[in-house]
């Protein structure tokens, strides 16, 4: 299960470190590689040369070592690793992943990695039930990094409760867990659309939406994290490409219907895109000018619908098709007639009325609706609608629960 893996360990400052010599021991028996950053209050609890010695392998622990930057630069520390895994996670370390910081190796890479973070909290009593540790563990947990304990009992500095950091073997069936969980879509092909179209009005002006493409990003993110083959089609966003995922930039709806379409044969489509309605038939091949009499009238013309399209898409259909209904009123009747009209298999409702937040702001309530019926699922993050989704997704393939 674990031949082959490559975990890398951050070890921070805390009694419970030494647990996580032995934690390598066991990863190293079932055959991971265990690469180690030892932070510089970590080291006061166990030495660089034992984690070194267990793990067959230099122990980094500078961000400004420039013998380390040239071997193995702090980006392709996390760059080579399947999972990190954040044990002991002090509070001042959950602080600064929670807000970012990025001020030692082990901060640094832990802000500059993509892969799976599971993280092992250990600490006193109070600081564990503190609100800000606990504000800092809901934000962790709503942006997907993964907990194992803290357990309750007996503490070093003489308390009792919770804070006591996960035995070896409970962080060990974790880390088997979060490994098992990042490759559920493994060897499967996915196309994902996002964002707005443009849609020209002649060369220089074009007709637009307000979609930022969150949505649809945070899903291919979400995707490729479950290890699917993920191939993401979208339109102008301020948005950067996300990483591990092969990326088509598109504008108008044909464009991007000829970019989906070349990229068949997929097994699941999940149609985010805010696809413009119509383009522009009078497109004019000069930049219209103001100094004819009138203002010039555009001439619309529908644009194709690219989720019907996707659905009737022959043998080359893939075998789930995902579509959004953004409704400001009836959304349910008016989603379950987008599932027939459209003859996608699900459709995430969302509300997208003035007052609801939903367009370019951060969170979404879905209601996923299929043949099987409605399923509502609370209002949460973009992000956390797009792991949620995935894992329906690789639900469904593993033929489990049925949306
Ligand atoms: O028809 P409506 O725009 O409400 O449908 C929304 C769903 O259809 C979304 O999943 C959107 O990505 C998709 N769609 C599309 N091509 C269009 C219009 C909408 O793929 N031309």
């Known amino acids: 299960m674990l031949q082959g893996k490559r975990i890398l360990l951050v070890v921070a400052g805390g009694i419970a470190a030494y647990k996580s010599l032995e934690l390598v021991r066991r990863l190293r028996e079932r055959g991971a590689a265990v690469r180690a950053i030892l932070t510089r209050s970590g080291a006061e609890f166990v030495t660089p040369l034992s984690l070194s010695a267990l793990t067959e392998d230099k122990v980094y622990s500078e961000l400004f070592d420039l013998t380390d930057?040239?071997?193995?630069?702090?980006?392709?520390?996390?760059?080579?690793?399947?999972?990190?895994?954040v044990a002991p996670a002090t509070a001042d370390l959950l602080?600064?992943?929670?807000?970012?910081?990025a001020d030692d190796l082990a901060s640094t890479a832990l802000l500059a990695t993509d892969k799976p973070v599971l993280a092992a909290p250990a600490m006193n009593v109070r600081m564990w039930e503190h609100p800000a540790t606990q504000a800092n563990l809901e934000t962790l947990k709503q942006r997907g990094i993964l907990f194992t304990g803290p357990n309750e009992g007996a503490m070093a500095c003489g308390e009792f409760g919770p804070g006591r950091m996960a035995?070896?073997?409970?962080?060990?069936?974790?880390?088997e867990t979060a490994l098992a969980a990042s490759s559920r879509l493994a060897g499967r092909r996915v196309l994902v659309t996002s964002g707005p179209t443009h849609e020209a009005i002649d060369p220089v002006r074009y007709i637009a939406n307000r979609s930022s493409g969150k949505q649809g990003h945070a899903i291919a993110r979400a995707l490729a994290g479950l290890g699917?083959?993920?191939?993401?089609?979208?339109?102008?966003?301020?948005?950067?490409?996300?990483?591990?995922?092969?990326?088509?930039?598109?504008?108008?709806?044909?464009?991007?219907?000829?970019?989906?379409?070349?990229?068949?044969?997929?097994?699941?489509?999940?149609?985010a895109a805010?696809?413009?309605?119509?383009?522009?038939?009078?497109?004019?091949?000069?930049?219209?000018?103001?100094?004819?009499?009138?203002?010039?009238?555009?001439?619309?013309?529908?644009?194709?619908?690219?989720?019907?399209?996707?659905?009737?898409?022959?043998?080359?259909?893939?075998?789930l098709v995902v579509g959004f209904a953004a409704e400001t009123q009836s959304l349910i009747e008016n989603a379950k007639a987008k599932l027939a009209r459209k003859g996608c298999d699900w459709i995430l409702a969302n509300d997208v009325a003035p007052a609801s937040g939903t367009f370019g702001g951060e969170e979404n309530e879905i209601h996923l609706v299929s043949a099987q019926g409605v399923e509502d699922w609370p209002r949460m993050s973009k992000e956390a609608v797009a792991r949620r989704l995935a894992e329906r997704i690789a639900d469904h393939f593993e033929g489990g629960k049925a949306a």
Do not use: F, Y
């Open 228 to 271: 699917a083959e993920t191939h993401l089609v979208t339109g102008p966003v301020a948005l950067p490409d996300p990483p591990g995922v092969s990326v088509t930039h598109v504008e108008s709806a044909e464009e991007m219907l000829a970019a989906c379409r070349a990229l068949l044969p997929v097994e699941a489509a999940v149609c």
């Open 167 to 175: 035995e070896p073997a409970e962080i060990l069936a974790a880390i």
């Open 95 to 101: 602080a600064k992943m929670a807000h970012g910081r």
């Open 69 to 85: 930057e040239q071997e193995m630069g702090h980006i392709q520390l996390s760059r080579d690793a399947d999972l990190l895994v």
């Open 274 to 319: 805010a696809v413009a309605d119509w383009k522009v038939e009078s497109r004019a091949g000069e930049k219209l000018k103001k100094d004819g009499s009138a203002a010039p009238a555009l001439v619309l013309a529908p644009n194709p619908d690219i989720l019907a399209s996707l659905s009737e898409a022959g043998n080359q259909r893939p075998s």
